[in-house]
């Protein structure tokens, strides 16, 4: 490193090669060194190079000399660039000369043309030349001729002297830069660092200066404090995060950032909590805003509206947490770095290690949580279970800006002069196809690649955070949610059991597409229990493009298991089973809502994607019925799904005609044979082996059923009477002609098919349901308290059964879980009480919980953070509790002496001695309100 900085290039070339050979440095750092020696050497030979050509045409030519124009002209470009470095030097020099700024600009547009200028250029030392001028009046010029200096976007870039680059960090880390002068110093280390061996000198790499951190740890460590974030503009603050992005894109940069302990993901969360300071955004700029009904004439209005508008969507602000998410998500694909900055180690006091979460976890989960809470909300229709709009509503919607009363009509108006500053290299549209909620999810699904970052986000509850990613009416963003689900799952099987507790249809559906066999298996069997019950929204985004539908259907399909994890205990025929009862039942609802007759595809979402032939013909496999096409079918699964492979289904054959099909002879007599077994063997145990299938109406049979239950034994058919060919078999043909003994004829369908047994709720019972469900919570349940205890009461839908409620308290927590609903009261008690004596009943309507206090203090509220009750309310419960009276004996001397001064007082006023109106400590105030005491 000694002959690295004075510059020895070929000492130090050696010196490395050498370590390499005894491995006694950090293999990827010492091969990086070389490259770099390598790269200096190089350069210095193209300089020597091209410094003799120079030195030629000087021989020929001339110096460059000012023309008539007043431009530098010569017939050699590196004379003329030889001149205007020495010209920004010697700017005092007595002769003939051009404006600082005409130089640069002329510089610029010569190195802009070829390599040849731009190595030129470096050997004469242009770079520390150009440096002069980076000050508020030169600042941007310097920098367009130092970016076509480097080849930025160009081939053939130059590689930066070392001292150039030392220099640039010591001018950014210094106190007093101005703003503008700072911005584009990081706009130059930000294009230095898009050379790899640059990025390997930022971390390696020494400053002159011994006991200073190398380049990039320096600089971000300084960026930190508030001096510099007091100068820092939103254009610098994005060179900032572009060159941490410069990093993540290259593993063996990442891979440098954890060994130089860095802290990358620190930086980029405290730079986006702070970006609504740095200078250039909406705060640092905007004055008073005046009160409602301030405006005194129409201009003022609008340009409060114009106002208000940047307040909801600070578009810099904006673009600039959007490339801090983008390189928070890449930094945290490398495991070291996620692991360094979001786990650490602790002692505790017996001398056993253990993990703990940095705050970084907590700031993850409060970012996403505060992103949720910020979006704004549209009117949406509230489906009903037919699948039509009952009521409207208002639900949440991925955007920009935040939530307001006005929704988007404020961010119709037009501003033309607020135009977006982009970092250098950055396409002006880029980062613009995510919201930063989406963002954010894309960060929190490369996080979950850590099992215990995974664990750390369970204990915070950001399952139930997640859960309200279901009500919201952007597509991306349920489908980015439930992939986030299913990460977790692959990681923790609490995640599982909290996922299905949840008993929705999204959340069980996000277990489909985690790749284990057994999870699955849970997620169909969960999907089976609530497809009948769920709501309308539910099953529409069920059956959307991006929903699980098609999942089941690639299940479905000829390997549409072969990416899944096996596991032991699953029995294929069961995973089966479940895949085609789900398919099943969601065709048969669809069917019901879009009142379709049987064997019809309904239409819209995953149903059009996939196509009406694919459907029916996956129906036709599963019942066993006649293929309503003879030709293989294929879809593919869209891109919103998340696709793998192409289902294809097995042709089933279909010949032209009846008498094609029936052959005469030994040949169609043996192939009848050879069917009526198999037929006798699956009216036995069902088209799968096992018992009748049931689908979402029940328990159906097909019509190889009803030929066993037929007392008439069926007429043997002249041609093969397999039910998947083209012909009609003889006892179908028999079974559908209208019989005056066969009194149970009318029970089936125009399919042959019979429902024995429904196991969904009746229909009463579903509306009673769903009324129960569109009730607010906040109507569900209330709470009365003596000094002793709370009572709480939680309404049920009519018909539920004691089985189906389930009451756990702890002494911290209450939460009341309905068999097919879910959780229906889940949260932490706003005080402690004694878990261990509480009692709970249920009268088939309302279930009633007895809660005994820890302390004899009155409650505000049930729940942390919950509606807390007034002053006036808990006043009135104290009055109205049954309370016991305190003997007078166990009273204390206090409570004995106040007791006898009342007595007192109230004998005198009997008797008339005193008047109470005259006392004013006897008047007692209560205000209903929040800062009531």
């Known amino acids: 490193m000694a002959c690295f900085r004075m510059e020895r290039f070929e000492e130090a070339k050696q010196w490395f090669q050498k370590a390499m050979e005894l491995r006694t440095e950090d293999t990827h750092t010492t091969r990086t060194m070389m490259d770099r020696c390598q790269a200096e050497i190089n350069n210095r030979k193209a300089a020597k190079q091209v410094k003799e050509t120079a030195a030629m045409h000087r021989s020929v030519h001339g110096k460059a000399i000012i023309g008539k124009n007043g431009v530098l002209e010569s017939p050699s470009d590196l004379l003329v660039i030889e001149e205007g470095v020495r010209m920004l030097v010697d700017d ?52 367009r001729t130092l970016r076509a200096a480097s080849g930025a976007g160009q081939d053939g870039g130059i590689f930066w002297p070392g001292s150039f680059l030392d220099r640039l960090v010591h001018l950014s880390t210094s106190a007093g830069v101005p703003s503008k002068v700072l911005t584009v110093l990081l706009q130059l280390l930000e294009l230095a660092s898009r050379d790899p061996l640059i990025r390997t000198g930022m971390l390696t790499s020494q400053p002159q200066t011994d006991g200073i951190d190398p380049p990039l740890k320096h600089i971000l460590a300084t960026s930190r404090s508030d001096e510099f974030s007091s100068v820092l503009s939103i254009t610098g603050a994005r060179a900032l995060v572009l060159l941490l992005k410069n990093f993540a894109e290259d593993s063996a940069s990442r891979s440098a950032l954890q060994v130089m302990e860095v802290s990358p993901l620190f930086f980029l969360v405290e730079l986006y909590e702070k ?46 947490r959007k ?48 992103l949720q809470q910020d979006c704004p909300l549209k009117t949406a229709p509230f489906l009903g279970m037919d699948g039509k709009p009952r009521s409207y509503e208002q639900r949440p919607y991925a955007a920009d800006y935040l939530r307001n009363p006005t929704g988007d009509l404020l961010m119709q108006l037009e501003d033309e002069t607020d135009e977006l500053e982009v970092a250098p290299g950055g396409a002006k549209g880029e980062l613009t196809k995510l919201t930063l909620l989406e963002h954010c999810l894309v960060w929190l699904r490369s996080c979950t690649a850590s099992k215990g970052v995974c664990q750390a986000l369970l204990s915070m509850g950001i399952l139930d955070l997640m859960e309200g990613f279901w009500r919201f009416v952007t597509p991306n963003v349920v489908t980015l949610a439930k992939d986030v689900c299913a990460k977790f799952c692959r990681q923790s099987e609490k995640a599982v059991h909290e996922l299905l507790e949840q008993s929705n249809v999204t959340a069980a559906s996000a277990l489909l597409l985690v790749q284990d066999a057994q999870l699955v298996y849970r997620g169909l069997q969960a999907l089976l229990l609530n497809l009948s019950t769920c709501s309308g929204d539910e099953f529409a985004e069920w059956c959307s493009p991006g929903g699980g539908l098609l999942e089941v259907m690639h299940l479905l399909g000829s390997n549409g298991t072969d990416h899944l994890k096996p596991s032991k205990d699953m029995d294929s025929s069961r995973f089966q089973k479940a895949a085609e009862d789900v398919f099943i039942r969601t065709l048969e609802r669809a069917r019901s809502c879009q009142s379709l007759p049987s064997r019809k595809c309904p239409q819209g979402g995953a149903w059009d994607t996939a196509g009406p032939t694919l459907v029916l013909e996956l129906e036709a496999k599963i019942l066993g019925l006649e293929s309503p096409s003879p030709l293989p079918t294929k879809v593919r699964r869209s891109a919103a799904a998340g696709s793998r492979v192409s289902l294809d289904l097995q042709p089933q054959g279909h010949p032209s005609s ?42 159906v049979q097909t019509t190889r059923t009803r030929q066993a239950s037929d007392p008439k034994p069926a007429a043997k058919p002249t041609a093969v009477a397999h039910p998947r060919e083209g012909t009609v078999p003889a006892w179908l043909e028999d079974a559908e002609k209208p019989k005056a003994d066969q009194k149970e004829s009318e029970d089936y369908d125009e399919d042959g098919l019979k429902v024995v047994y429904d196991s969904a709720p009746s229909l009463p ?16 349940f209330r709470w009365t308290q003596t000094s002793a205890e709370l009572v709480v009461y939680v309404k049920m839908p009519e018909g539920t ?78 009055v109205n509790a049954d309370e016991p009276t305190v003997p007078y004996d166990e009273l204390d001397d206090d409570a004995k002496e106040l007791l006898e001064e009342l007595r007192e007082r109230q004998e005198l006023i009997n008797e008339g001695l005193i008047d109470p109106e005259t006392f004013d400590d006897f008047r007692c105030v209560i205000g209903d309100g929040d800062g009531a005491k």
């Not at 130089?103 to 200028?117: K, M």
């Not at 129409?298 to 208000?308: G, I, L, Q, T």
């Not at 007599?669 to 689908?695: C, H, M, T, W, Y």
């Not at 019972?765 to 569900?780: A, F, G, T």
């Open 92 to 143: 005092e020099d007595e002769g003939e000369t051009m404006a600082a700024d005409d130089v640069l600009e002329l510089l610029e547009s010569l190195l802009s043309t070829s390599v040849e200028n731009r190595q030129y250029f470096s050997a004469c030392s242009g770079y520390m030349a150009v440096m002069i001028y980076l000050n508020e009046a030169y600042g941007e010029v310097a920098y």
């Open 275 to 320: 970006a609504e300071r740095l200078v250039g955004s909406f705060a640092s700029s905007a004055g008073p805003s005046p009160k409602e009904g301030d405006f005194g004439s129409v201009e003022e209005f609008v340009a409060f509206a114009k106002s208000e508008q940047k307040r909801l969507y600070d578009k810099p602000v904006v673009t600039l």
């Open 323 to 370: 490339s801090i998410l983008h390189t928070l998500a890449l930094l945290s694909k490398d495991m070291q770095i996620l692991q360094a900055d979001m786990l650490a180690r602790r002692t505790n006091r017996h001398g056993k290690s253990h993990t703990v979460a940095t705050a970084l976890v907590q700031d993850l989960y409060n970012m996403l949580q505060k």
């Open 658 to 699: 009846v008498d094609a099909q029936g052959e005469a002879g030994s040949k169609g007599q043996k192939q009848n044979e050879e069917i009526q077994p198999l037929d006798k063997k699956l009216v036995k145990k069902g088209f799968f082996g096992g018992r009748a299938r049931r689908s979402g109406k029940g328990a």
């Open 765 to 780: 019972e579903r509306e009673k349901r769903q009324k129960w469900v569109s009730i607010p919570l906040k109507d569900k």
């Open 801 to 878: 059964k004691g089985k189906e409620v389930t009451v756990k308290l702890t002494p911290t927590r209450l939460t009341v879980t309905l068999g097919w609903y879910g959780k229906v009261l889940d949260g932490p008690l706003s005080r402690r009480c004694k878990a261990s004596e509480f009692q709970w009943s249920f009268d088939g309507s309302e279930v009633t919980i007895l809660i005994p206090k820890d302390d004899t203090y009155f409650w505000r509220c049930l729940f942390e953070g919950g509606e807390e009750k007034s002053h006036y309310e808990v006043l009135k419960e104290l």
